[in-house]
């Protein structure tokens, strides 16, 4: 849990563990393996561990700079309120079907598909600066009315969510892909190092 979390709101205190929680996964998902491990795919369809890492590290990259937007208008406009805020039930299903263990298969998005091949050095890195900086964002929510303040979707901009269905959506997204690198490292072909 990140040093900010005891001047959050209970919500956005356990968005921040939710944060910190994927750092350290996908920290210890990573420990020990080496360059082929780490781009190897079970098949020619699927994601290796460091796929999953790096297509965390484009959506989050793009949420992150709206939500610095979407804050920064909100704190001009003056958009305070305190929660708990909701999800209503179209975020709640958003959610449920984002969760893992992955129920449905979706095609990422151009802007959003990994490179193949990228150093894992370099992606973890990213991805646990992405944690931290996600975690600043909470800081600076602290105070605002997530449910008043909208953000555009990625990738599908004619959506428009609540703040708080925005930051529990990117942790969700988080978890599911995690758990889609997690069966990588325990499928019974993953390469072992000689």
Not at 141 to 159: C, M, N, Q, T, Y
Request: aromatic share 8%.
């Amino acid at each position: 849990m990140s040093t900010m979390s005891s001047s959050l709101t209970s919500e956005l205190a356990e968005l921040d563990r939710q944060f910190a929680a994927a750092k350290a996964e996908a920290s210890e998902l990573v420990n020990g393996l080496k360059e082929p491990q780490l781009n190897w795919r079970p098949n020619a369809h699927s994601w290796s561990i460091a796929e999953c890492l790096q297509h965390l590290n484009l959506v989050g990259d793009r949420c992150l700079q709206m939500l610095e937007e979407a804050l920064a208008d909100a704190r001009a406009r003056g958009l305070l309120g305190h929660g708990p805020f909701g999800y209503g039930w179209v975020g709640k299903w958003i959610l449920a079907k984002t969760e893992p263990p992955s129920k449905h298969k979706y095609k990422a998005p151009r802007a959003f598909t990994p490179v193949y091949g990228q150093p894992i050095a370099s992606v973890l890195l990213t991805f646990s600066l992405l944690q931290d900086q996600l975690a600043q964002q909470l800081e600076h929510a602290s105070g605002l009315d997530l449910a008043r303040i909208k953000v555009r979707a990625p990738e599908a901009r004619l959506f428009r969510f609540n703040l708080q269905l925005v930051f529990a959506w990117i942790a969700a997204h988080e978890r599911r892909h995690l758990w889609q690198a997690r069966q990588v490292r325990n499928h019974a072909a993953f390469p072992g190092i000689r």
